[in-house]
T-cell receptor, first 114, second 111 residues
Framework: DGGITQSPKYLFRKEGQNVTLSCEQN?????MYWYRQDPGQGLRLIYY???????QKGDIAEGYSVSREKKESFPLTVTSAQKNPTAFYLC?????????????FGQGTRLTVV | GQQVMQIPQYQHVQEGEDFTTYCNSS?????IQWYKQRPGGHPVFLIQ???SGEVKKQKRLTFQFGEAKKNSSLHITATQTTDVGTYFC???????????WGAGTKLIIKP
């Protein structure tokens, strides 16, 4: 089945540790996105990528890093510089149809700092 | 910068009552998309509106795009427990790949 896979579903991290969240898609989409969602809040864009080996900062990129070495994969690293990393992280992708294409989301990763 | 404002933030209704959420953009939009996020889940695409004044229906859901293509609404008739969740609107940003999201409206069914 085509779709986006995020792993793990739940993740616990100790303060001061970096952690990497996985996002893989087999939809052949060029654009991929990472969003952060806090309880009862909307979606805030962390990073997005339009093409392999290229990515742009979103509204809240500080404390996060990404890579886009393959079209299918867009991992997100939450670094120790992120002051309040506990949140729900959503990965999404969109096709090449421009602004009229819908976004497909993964199931999300719930990160908790302990 | 470009913004999409969505109201209300929450709406509490009795089952069987109607529900409406509104989105307003600071700029004219080429299209607007609507998504639903169930509690604990991820956003799922519902529909896209493209034409000025467009109205689309999906069973009890009615979506409208304003004549000026700067506002949109989602109306649910006779809400059911399956409608519970947060509804988001999203419009295109400055680049083809950007999406500007509304803050979402959470539909809560009163017990």
């Amino acid at each position: 089945d085509g779709g986006i896979t995020q792993s793990p579903k739940y993740l616990f991290r100790k303060e001061g540790q970096n952690v990497t969240l996985s996002c893989e898609q087999n939809l052949n989409h060029d654009a991929m996105y990472w969003y952060r969602q806090d309880p009862g809040q909307g979606l805030r864009l962390i990073y997005y990528s339009q093409i392999v080996n290229d990515f742009q900062k979103g509204d809240i990129a500080e404390g996060y890093s990404v890579s886009r070495e393959k079209k299918e994969s867009f991992p997100l690293t939450v670094t120790s510089a992120q002051k309040n990393p506990t949140a729900f992280y959503l990965c999404a992708s969109r096709g090449t149809g421009g602004p009229n294409t819908e976004a497909f989301f993964g199931q999300g990763t719930r990160l908790t700092v302990v | 910068g470009q913004q999409v404002m969505q109201i209300p933030q929450y709406q509490h209704v009795q089952e069987g009552e109607d529900f409406t959420t509104y989105c307003n953009s600071s700029t004219t939009l080429s299209n607007i998309q609507w998504y639903k996020q169930r509690p604990g889940g991820h956003p799922v695409f519902l529909i896209q509106l493209v034409k000025s004044g467009e109205v689309k229906k999906q069973k009890r859901l009615t979506f409208q795009f304003g004549e000026a293509k700067k506002n949109s609404s989602l109306h649910i008739t006779a809400t059911q427990t399956t409608d519970v969740g947060t509804y988001f609107c999203a419009g295109p940003g400055d680049s083809n790949y950007q999406l500007i999201w509304g803050a979402g409206t959470k539909l809560i069914i009163k017990p």
